[in-house]
């Protein structure tokens, strides 16, 4: 049968990580359709259309789907799901905030942040901070399941031939209303998607010290991340925040500036390409994940990092 | 408004869990085990909202074993007024876990349901939504700002591109993640006062929820680890072999 792909997106652009999403729903047996849940979106319609290997994009355009809420999202969903074997979503905020409640609703347990496809019933997941790999069965009728983005390498955004279907819309829940929202503007890359990423920890000392991991990741085209430490130090917003409950990545290039590597900032970068620590503590325990360790003090080193990458 | 908080005893954060030896579960013996991190935030926060008096009573749940008695008696001594226990070896997916909760809300008739956003043993980020989802109520997660405002709930979340501001009907579940406040430390007199407060012990046949797993581990393992990397003398080392030898800028 048929998995459903849930797409993520702002009712305008489609967001990267529907495709890793996509890409895990793949390695299933029975192919794929998405639905494109939101208000207005008929460019994410035509762009989810275009996902290589989509069979139907189905859309439910109408107000209430707007935000995504879970409480409005998740009917929909169970209204067309008997019809799919899998549903899948990237371990977005907005996938891990409603996938749970369609699988309650629909009384199926949850694969929550699967790395691995072993089988159409069987996937890998990692537990404990990613210190254990779990290989988990599924034996519900329906496999419920969030996709850690990083596990799956994106499928072709462009190249497929999605047939449009409008889909019936469910009434609004009533029972949640979205206010506002206030999002972290940068032109610096997202961090969920960056090649190459500079994260401070707290010994970075202060939000107006960040000027100086903010300009090694200019020079090197990358985005900014932080440890908890920072992130609740008030150094940087909540959203720049890298580990087990913040945001997992895997860029080609991270670089750890006076982070101490505790196991939950680990559990989010460990998987990156090619790690640099740059730390004045040389038994910090960033530097036995680090392919390349400084030890020094990073009010130094960092400066003159970039001094030497602008040569 | 009667405030239900769900508290999990899991292992201690500092610990790094290891596979057993044949990859048949998690190493938990002799394990430092401690409430949930995220749970504690839940405590902090319903007392939070019983000291600003916009909460009655305080009652904690946790599900497991007869050594989850322990927790609770944390949850009481920071300020919790009673505890349930749902005791079972059994193992309880966080489904299971949802409907539990959920006959535990239908006798205790709550108007707020707090839990942690996660536990960091199994990493599900499931319970939360799960029991909403079966209580037909609204959710509000990853919360870092909790305010009732009269029949309602203003919830600001903890969004991927920065944070959000819902409104919720009440009553409502709300999950919390990690700005929502810090946890108090435990004194030792509220310890004392704590062994004096009410504790019941239901079981899940008392319930009447199945518990049985959906979910079957077959096997767990350790991730590859990564090689052993080489300490650079200084930056232009470091540039170098970024360059050269990594080839990544």
Not at chain 1, 221 to 234: E, F, K, Q
Not at chain 2, 51 to 58: L, P
Request: glycine share 8%; with cysteine.
């Amino acid at each position: 049968m048929t998995a459903l792909v849930i797409a993520e997106h702002n009712n305008q652009i489609l967001n990267a990580a529907t495709l890793n999403a996509a890409a895990a729903a793949a390695r299933l047996s029975g192919g794929f359709d998405v639905l494109v849940a939101g208000h207005n979106c008929g460019a994410v319609a035509t762009q989810a259309a275009a996902i290589a290997g989509v069979g139907k994009v189905l859309v439910a355009d109408a107000a209430q789907y707007a935000h995504a809420l879970a409480e409005n999202l998740a009917p929909l969903v169970v209204s067309i799901a008997g019809g799919y074997s899998h549903l899948l979503t990237a371990s977005t905020a907005n996938g891990k905030n409603a996938m749970p409640r369609i699988a309650a609703m629909l009384d199926v347990a949850q694969l929550s942040d699967i790395i691995g496809v072993v089988s159409d019933d069987t996937f890998v997941r990692p537990i404990y901070a990613g210190n254990v790999l779990a290989t988990v069965q599924s034996t519900d009728r329906i496999k419920a399941i969030t996709v850690r983005t990083t596990g799956f390498d994106a499928i072709a955004a462009t190249g497929g031939t999605g047939t449009i279907e409008n889909i019936a819309v469910q009434a609004d829940a009533g029972l949640s209303t979205f206010v506002s929202e206030e999002l972290t503007k940068s032109s610096r890359p997202e961090l969920a998607a960056a090649d190459i990423i500079v994260s401070g920890g707290r010994g970075v000392g202060s939000a107006e010290n960040f000027a100086i991991i903010e300009k090694l990741a200019d020079l090197l085209g990358a985005a900014v991340g932080a440890s908890r430490a920072a992130v609740d130090a008030g150094y940087v917003p909540n959203d720049y925040q890298v580990g087990q409950t913040g945001k997992c990545v895997a860029p080609t290039l991270y670089v750890a500036v006076g982070i101490s590597g505790a196991i939950q900032h680990l559990a989010g970068m460990k998987d990156s390409k090619v790690i640099v620590a740059i730390n004045k503590d040389e038994e910090a325990p960033i530097f036995q994940v680090a392919d390349y360790g400084l030890v020094g003090d990073l009010f130094k080193e960092v400066p003159a990092l970039c001094e030497a990458l602008a040569k | 408004m009667k405030i239900l908080v769900a508290v999990k005893r899991a292992i201690d954060y500092n610990v790094k869990a290891r596979p057993k030896a044949d990859g048949s579960g998690v190493e938990l013996a002799n394990v430092k085990m401690a409430m949930n991190p995220f749970d504690e935030i839940a405590v902090e926060e319903a007392i939070r909202l019983q000291e600003a008096g916009k909460a009655g009573e305080i009652v904690a749940v946790s599900i497991g074993p007869a050594a989850s008695q322990e927790t609770l008696r944390t949850a009481m001594a920071m300020g919790a007024d009673r505890g349930v226990l749902v005791q079972t070896d059994d193992e309880v997916q966080p489904l299971a876990v949802a409907k539990l909760l959920k006959a535990i809300v239908e006798r205790e008739q709550p108007g707020m349901v707090i839990l942690g956003k996660q536990a960091i043993d199994d990493d599900s980020n499931q319970t939360g939504q799960m029991l909403a989802g079966l209580l037909g109520w609204a959710q509000g997660t990853f919360a870092c700002n909790v305010a009732p405002e009269g029949d309602s709930l203003a919830v600001k979340r903890e969004v991927d591109g920065g944070l959000q501001s819902i409104k919720l009907k009440m009553p409502a579940v709300v999950t919390a993640d990690l700005r929502l406040n810090e946890p108090r430390y435990v004194k030792l007199p509220n310890i004392m006062k704590a062994k004096k407060k009410p504790l019941d012990t239901l079981t899940p046949a008392e319930l009447g929820v199945d518990i049985t797993p959906r979910l079957k581990l077959l096997k767990v393992a350790e991730p590859p680890a990564r090689a052993g990397g080489v300490k650079v003398a200084d930056v232009q080392e470091l540039v170098a072999k970024l360059r050269n030898e990594a080839k990544v800028i």
